[in-house]
């Protein structure tokens, strides 16, 4: 048996459909306007998503477009250490709920959980105000 992360899953509903929520939150290009945990800038680099992240320049490979609302994607660290992020968009009544999975990291303090826990709330409820507006 392998070893299991203890998990949280962050979530906000948002006031406009699955699609709508879907294609922007999809668009690397707009990451920069609301993911601020993950991108402070980004760019389409010789093929990869190259983002000016808190833990500095990191490569992004996004899943595929699809239509079940998965926003997976994967951080690449200047290390090479990959860093799977699990994100879904699902229906919530006539609006969208979007769930991040956070999971804890080997060695991670119980301080830097709740941390990167409360930057993913602040990250989804600029999402939220984006979409609401």
């Known amino acids: 048996m392998g070893t299991l992360h203890e998990v ?3 979530s906000i509903s948002i006031d406009r459909p699955p699609g709508e929520v879907y294609a922007f939150a999809s668009n690397p290009e707009n990451l920069p306007r609301w993911a601020t945990g993950l991108a402070g800038t980004i760019a389409h ?11 500095g320049k990191v490569k ?13 994607h994967d951080v690449v660290l200047a290390s ?3 860093v ?3 994100m879904r968009v699902v ?7 979007v769930v991040f999975t956070l999971l804890r ?3 991670m303090s119980d301080e830097r959980l709740a941390e990167d826990a409360r930057w993913v709330e ?10 609401e507006q």
């Open 122 to 131: 602040r990250d989804l409820n600029a999402l939220k105000r984006l979409l």
């Open 8 to 10: 949280r899953h962050v």
């Open 45 to 55: 680099v010789n093929g990869e998503w190259i983002a000016d992240a808190p833990a």
């Open 105 to 107: 990291q080997e060695g």
């Open 84 to 86: 799977h992020v699990s």
């Open 60 to 72: 992004v490979r996004f899943a595929p477009r699809n239509d079940l609302g998965v926003l997976d």
């Open 80 to 82: 090479g250490e990959r």
């Open 91 to 97: 229906e919530n009544g006539d609006g969208s709920e």
